[in-house]
Nanobody, 119 residues
Framework: QVQLVESGGGLVQPGGSLRLSCAAS????????MGWYRQVPGKERELVAV???????NYAGFVKGRFTVSRDNAKNTVYLQMNSLKARDTAVYYC?????????????WGQGTQVTVSS
């Protein structure tokens, strides 16, 4: 099993910044990627940003230039620096870890952290 502990969500004004963190622990083997997704009520969960162990990144179009995903492989931690936040960025943000074991691929989700952008 893998445990994911997220932190850093909260309330911020439009134009402000937040930094999310997610630390993974447990049976972490052959981890391929770590990243962030978000979800608002009534909508499907959507990709925000993902980073591989080699540092390759993939961003959703709506966050390019505003958000930056990074990771500390030694600490098994992924970060999401969010700048120039907008009201439509309000959502629950979920950490995701994906990799593979001998038995096959695995994927784990964090419990989610609320980000609210409002004046």
């Amino acid at each position: 099993q893998v445990q994911l502990v997220e932190s850093g969500g909260g309330l911020v004004q439009p134009g402000g910044s937040l930094r999310l963190s997610c630390a993974a622990s447990g049976s972490i083997v052959n981890m391929k990627s770590m990243g962030w997704y978000r979800q608002v009520p009534g909508k499907e969960r959507e990709l925000v940003a993902v980073i591989t162990t080699r540092g390759e990144t993939n961003y959703a179009g709506f966050v390019k230039g505003r958000f930056t995903v990074s990771r500390d492989n030694a600490k098994n931690t992924v970060y999401l620096q969010m700048n120039s936040l907008k009201a439509r960025d309000t959502a629950v943000y979920y950490c995701n870890v994906a990799g593979f074991r001998l038995a096959g691929p695995y994927e784990y989700w964090g419990q989610g952290t609320q980000v609210t952008v409002s004046s």
